[in-house]
């Protein structure tokens, strides 16, 4: 998430036109679990989630 909010953020406006004031994270599996991790602890890094089939039986099988 730092990397996204520190690198990748800086990238996109320094190389393209973008409009940073409605950001939208979207992505499928182990992508919407990443997307249902970062709403439920740092909802302000994108104004948006699209979290696809999130993969949130993970943590069962790691135990």
């Keep these: 998430m730092a990397f996204i909010k520190n690198d990748v953020f800086d990238f996109l406006k320094k190389t393209y036109k973008v409009d940073m004031i409605k950001k939208v994270f979207a992505d ?30 993970y943590d069962t099988i790691c135990d």
Excluded at 38 to 54: K, R
């Design 28 to 57: 499928h599996s182990f992508g919407g679990l990443l997307a249902s991790y970062m709403l439920v602890t740092t909802s302000d890094l994108f104004d948006y989630y699209l979290a696809g089939s999130p993969s949130l039986w």
